[in-house]
């Protein structure tokens, strides 16, 4: 005790204790570096008020995209945890293990089956909190999992990516993943249902490669990195300086390889609209209102929005 305690009186030295207050009760911008409250974040579906959507895990998503966030989650199937026995500076299996501690989930995909705009629809996320989204054997039978059902329902399926590229704890094994899940895409294809990317912040490396860029419609959450190989990469390749806002989705809506980037409150209707164009389904009657997607409280674990 210093002798300043002990000439304090306990009354006054309780006034100026220091007061809990919660960790997040505010989030800081990675773009703009603005500090956000929290409530206000949640309200704006985790949208900053500068316009930058931060990244969302699953559960966010199907609440934002689902009807009233009613849905049915589909279990994803089981997969050799470590085939190859990976270790790098920590065995590959501890990372598992952290990274299904950090999210709740068992991989880096979740699949929901629910309304969108009142259309039945199946619904697969790519959670970039598990492992960077990485794409390995688990993500690639949930994807093959995410097509079976779609077929199997005789619904559309959408799929939101987010991934750093595919898993390199796993190898060749990983990489395989890539032509399987066209295979699954041709599964749709043959049954007539429509196939419809959701590209959010960022869907880089064999996922663009891959099945991010087979769809019928490609839609993008604005400001979102989207590329094969990062802007730094293909700079010191090319030693040249890269355009303003080069490989993000207004650079790419322009050049043609996305087809509308739409912000994140407009997604259920976008992807309403475009379905019930696809499927040749009348527009909703009128009078009948489809909720719109709405603030949802998720833990911090999950919801990603630290980007």
């Known amino acids: 005790m210093s002798w300043l305690s002990k000439l304090t009186p306990p009354g006054i030295s309780k006034m100026f204790d220091k007061r809990d207050t ?25 949208v900053t008020p500068g316009g930058h959507h931060m990244r969302v895990g699953p559960d ?10 009613r849905h049915e989650e589909i279990s994803i199937p089981d997969v050799a945890r470590d085939p190859l026995k990976f270790k790098d500076d920590k065995p590959y299996s501890s990372r598992i293990t952290a ?17 969108v705009q009142g259309i039945e629809t199946t619904i697969l996320v790519q959670d970039f909190a598990f492992m960077g989204g990485s794409l390995g054997m688990g993500a690639g039978e949930a994807f093959i999992k995410a097509c079976e059902t779609a077929v199997a329902k005789k619904t559309p399926l959408v799929v939101f990516t987010a991934a750093g590229g595919a898993r390199m704890q796993e190898g060749a094994l990983s990489l395989m993943q890539m032509p399987r899940t ?3 895409i041709e599964m749709l294809k043959d049954a007539g249902l429509p196939y419809i990317v959701v590209l959010t912040d960022p869907t880089t490396g064999g996922v663009t490669a891959s099945y991010a860029m087979l769809g019928d419609v490609h839609i993008a959450e604005p400001g979102a990195l989207i590329g094969f190989a990062g802007p730094r990469v293909i700079e010191q390749t090319i030693r040249e300086k890269l355009p303003e806002g080069f490989q993000r989705s207004e650079y790419l809506l322009a050049k043609g390889m996305v087809d509308k980037v ?11 609209n475009i379905m019930r164009v696809l499927l040749k389904r009348p527009a909703p009657t009128a009078g009948v209102p489809v909720k719109a997607p709405g603030p949802a409280a998720e833990p911090a674990k999950t919801n990603g929005a630290a980007a």
Do not use: S
């Not at 990274?99 to 309304?115: F, L, S, Y």
């Open 99 to 115: 990274a299904r501690k950090k999210t709740g989930r068992e991989d880096a995909m979740a699949i929901g089956v629910g309304p």
């Open 182 to 184: 066209t295979l699954g």
């Open 60 to 69: 966010l998503r199907f609440q934002y995209t689902f009807d009233g966030g």
């Open 22 to 46: 919660p960790e997040n009760l505010w989030v800081k911008c990675p773009v703009t570096g603005e500090m956000v409250f929290q409530k206000d974040l949640e309200a704006g579906l985790y």
């Open 262 to 272: 739409v912000h994140r409150r407009d997604l259920p209707r976008t992807l309403g």
